[in-house]
């Protein structure tokens, strides 16, 4: 493997700093692999592992949207908007001369990456929706129907404080946990970098509140009534849809998405829930690697 070296930097965007970090060069063939996190606000510290990627000849770009990890944390919730995200992405492709790029959304950043695709921005050779969604409200049925599967106890737990408004409390953490070890990450301990996001995340969760709610399946946000079920047909890349099987992006959401999408196709990892780029590193980087290159041969 080449030795890669990283860059980091801010781009200047309404005002506010958005932090980027770019691995390796460009080799020649090879389309630079864009990332985006999920959340909405949880930073882009977890997609580590897609850094490999950059040993074989290939940049991969990540950023912090605002509101999160290593970008400014502008207080304007009237602004935390599908829109805006778009934009920036605009703009990050523009400062970083990104005219070409492979554009590989994570959960929410799935979500961003659709409807960026549905407004028609040239130079996109191809998508990858990692463990994301086309309908909130097929998700939080799935949702929903994981979480009729945890323990009385702990389903008590989340009933109660939803009832009560009262969601920061220690207690409730801890039976989301209960769901997030089953089906984020079943690694125990969770491995470091995925710990770090979920730190950061935790530290300044206001976009995450304020788009989507407060649990996985407690959906009070402005993202509630997103749905691009019905325009999935328009996204014309080649596309690759990945999710693990204990997966909170279920394998009927994954089916959703390949249905609509024309000729996509589906990977579903075995060992995975939620984060199968850091539960099953090896064979994610493989399976995307080979789908990159598939597509520049094309």
């Given at each position: 493997?080449?030795?890669?070296?990283?860059?980091?930097?801010?781009?200047?965007?309404?005002?506010?700093?958005?932090?980027?970090?770019?691995?390796?060069?460009?080799?020649?063939?090879?389309?630079?692999?864009?990332?985006?996190?999920?959340?909405?606000?949880?930073?882009?510290?977890?997609?580590?592992?897609?850094?490999?990627?950059?040993?074989?000849?290939?940049?991969?770009?990540?950023?912090?949207?605002?509101?999160?990890?290593?970008?400014?944390?502008?207080?304007?919730?009237?602004?935390?908007?599908?829109?805006?995200?778009?934009?920036?992405?605009?703009?990050?492709?523009?400062?970083?001369?990104?005219?070409?790029?492979?554009?590989?959304?994570?959960?929410?950043?799935?979500?961003?990456?659709?409807?960026?695709?549905?407004?028609?921005?040239?130079?996109?050779?191809?998508?990858?929706?990692?463990?994301?969604?086309?309908?909130?409200?097929?998700?939080?049925?799935?949702?929903?129907?994981?979480?009729?599967?945890?323990?009385?106890?702990?389903?008590?737990?989340?009933?109660?404080?939803?009832?009560?408004?009262?969601?920061?409390?220690?207690?409730?953490?801890?039976?989301?946990?209960?769901?997030?070890?089953?089906?984020?990450?079943?690694?125990?301990?969770?491995?470091?970098?995925?710990?770090?996001?979920?730190?950061?995340?935790?530290?300044?969760?206001?976009?995450?509140?304020?788009?989507?709610?407060?649990?996985?399946?407690?959906?009070?946000?402005?993202?509630?009534?997103?749905?691009?079920?019905?325009?999935?047909?328009?996204?014309?890349?080649?596309?690759?849809?990945?999710?693990?099987?204990?997966?909170?992006?279920?394998?009927?959401?994954a089916d959703t998405l390949q249905r609509g999408i024309p000729h996509?196709?589906?990977?579903?990892?075995?060992?995975?829930?939620?984060?199968?780029?850091?539960?099953?590193?090896?064979?994610?980087?493989?399976?995307?690697?080979?789908?990159?290159?598939?597509?520049?041969?094309?």
């Amino acid at each position: 493997m080449n030795k890669v070296g990283a860059v980091e930097g801010v781009i200047p965007f309404e005002g506010h700093e958005t932090w980027y970090r770019m691995v390796g060069g460009d080799a020649e063939g090879k389309t630079p692999l864009l990332c985006l996190h999920g959340g909405p606000g949880c930073p882009h510290d977890y997609l580590e592992p897609l850094e490999a990627i950059a040993e074989t000849g290939r940049r991969v770009i990540f950023y912090d949207q605002l509101g999160c990890g290593n970008s400014s944390y502008p207080q304007e919730p009237d602004g935390w908007t599908m829109q805006h995200f778009i934009q920036e992405l605009d703009a990050v492709r523009g400062a970083l001369g990104l005219s070409r790029v492979h554009l590989l959304g994570q959960s929410w950043g799935g979500m961003l990456a659709l409807d960026y695709l549905l407004g028609k921005p040239a130079g996109v050779e191809s998508l990858i929706l990692a463990s994301s969604l086309s309908s909130v409200k097929q998700w939080t049925d799935e949702a929903n129907r994981l979480r009729s599967e945890l323990p009385p106890d702990v389903r008590a737990v989340l009933d109660r404080h939803e009832a009560a408004g009262t969601t920061d409390a220690p207690d409730y953490h801890d039976a989301m946990m209960a769901f997030y070890n089953r089906h984020v990450c079943r690694l125990i301990p969770w491995p470091e970098c995925l710990t770090r996001a979920f730190e950061k995340y935790s530290a300044q969760p206001e976009v995450y509140f304020t788009m989507w709610g407060p649990s996985e399946f407690h959906m009070t946000g402005t993202l509630k009534d997103w749905d691009v079920t019905d325009r999935l047909g328009e996204i014309r890349v080649p596309t690759l849809i990945t999710s693990g099987r204990y997966d909170e992006s279920t394998p009927a959401i994954a089916d959703t998405l390949q249905r609509g999408i024309p000729h996509a196709r589906s990977v579903i990892f075995e060992h995975s829930a939620h984060a199968s780029q850091v539960e099953e590193p090896d064979d994610y980087l493989r399976v995307l690697g080979q789908f990159l290159d598939e597509v520049e041969r094309a």
